[in-house]
């Protein structure tokens, strides 16, 4: 199984961006599927997570309010992220992340199965 990131690049302050992560491989398990993101010089930092059935959601604190986590209508194996009125600090290296358990504490912890390679995100001020 494997995850793969798209959609990164660079954006002005206060503009958008959908980060899209797409699983493959040997699917037979109902991943959960979230994202993180690591700036320069910081840890890496919970975004959000959506489970398998698309029914619940969960975001940290960097994305409450401007982050949406949904699964493509026509595949579940692919989590988009739409970010809005975006800001320098959200600068960062965005990884998308798989696992097949959504709740317990594997997900604060970035415990997880899969990780995607990271794709670079550029907010300009």
């Known amino acids: 199984v494997r995850l793969e990131e798209s959609g990164g690049g660079l954006v002005q302050a206060g503009g958008s961006l959908t980060l899209a992560c797409a699983l493959s491989?040997?699917?037979?398990?109902?991943?959960?599927m979230g994202w993180f993101r690591q700036a320069t010089g910081k840890g890496r930092e919970f975004v959000a997570k959506i489970n398998w059935s698309r029914d619940d959601t969960e975001y940290g604190e960097s994305g409450k309010g401007r982050f949406t986590i949904s699964r493509a209508i026509d595949d579940k194996n692919t989590v988009n992220l739409r970010m809005t009125n975006m800001q320098p600090d959200d600068t960062a290296v965005y990884y998308c992340?798989?696992?097949?358990?959504?709740?317990?504490?594997?997900?604060?912890?970035?415990?997880?199965?899969?990780w995607g390679q990271g794709i670079k995100v550029t907010v300009a001020s």
């Open positions: 992340a798989a696992d097949r358990h959504f709740y317990g504490s594997k997900w604060p912890f970035g415990d997880l199965e899969v």
């Open positions: 491989g040997r699917t037979r398990s109902d991943y959960a």
